[in-house]
């Protein structure tokens, strides 16, 4: 009967600790698993915020992009082109872009490149054709664009191939590829 006795007794003990320990292990657990969602609910915010803030950084990259209005038209001497004239618009949901040529900072830089030759800077003047009067091309807004000095800079003659890449502040750049025509001997002569 001591026995028996002895027996329930170290039964009654151990299901105290069990009991003890098991609600320890589980209050562990609980811990670990509040840790573990923590941190995988912070990654994850950091995560999405790093993509939105990527996102947005595109968007500001393509909101400045413009788009070409209009022909292009070169003014000829009779052998080269003198001078060459585009029109200009922003595309939708574009955001403003600074055409005055006289700023130092947060200009547009218009630039000219053919198969022998890269002009990084050229010299241009920039007319309100519709819009307020600043030079700030805004939505719903047209400048037309001159770029004057090409004789002194360039010989665009009769069948050359040449680029005029514009690149504004902050955007992307608007390429313009033309080719001249064969012959160019009027005045004015168009590009399309």
Do not use: C, H
């Not at 003890?20 to 657990?29: Q, V």
């Not at 055409?99 to 007319?127: H, P």
């Amino acid at each position: 009967m001591n026995r028996v006795k002895n027996f329930i007794r170290r039964l009654g003990e151990q299901k105290g600790i069990t009991g003890l320990e098991t609600a320890i292990i589980l209050i562990a657990f609980v811990v670990v698993a509040a840790v573990f969602a923590f941190v995988v609910l912070s990654t994850g915010l950091f995560s999405s915020e790093r993509s939105k803030e990527t996102v947005y950084a595109g968007l500001e990259k393509t909101r400045g992009t413009m788009e070409l209005t209009g022909a292009v038209t070169a003014t000829s001497d009779g052998t080269e082109a003198t001078a060459l004239r585009f029109d200009v618009t922003l595309a939708a949901g574009g955001s403003a872009v600074n055409w005055d040529e006289a700023a130092t900072v947060n200009q547009t830089i218009v630039s000219y490149i053919d198969d022998s030759l890269e002009i990084d800077a050229l010299t241009y003047v920039s007319t309100v054709i519709s819009g307020d009067t600043d030079n700030l091309l805004e939505p719903g807004e047209l400048f037309e664009i001159e770029l004057t000095g090409l004789a002194a800079l360039t010989q665009i003659e009769a069948n050359d191939t040449f680029t005029i890449q514009v690149q504004p502040p902050s955007g992307s750049y608007m390429v313009i590829e033309r080719t001249m025509p064969a012959s160019i001997e009027e005045t004015l002569v168009n590009l399309n």
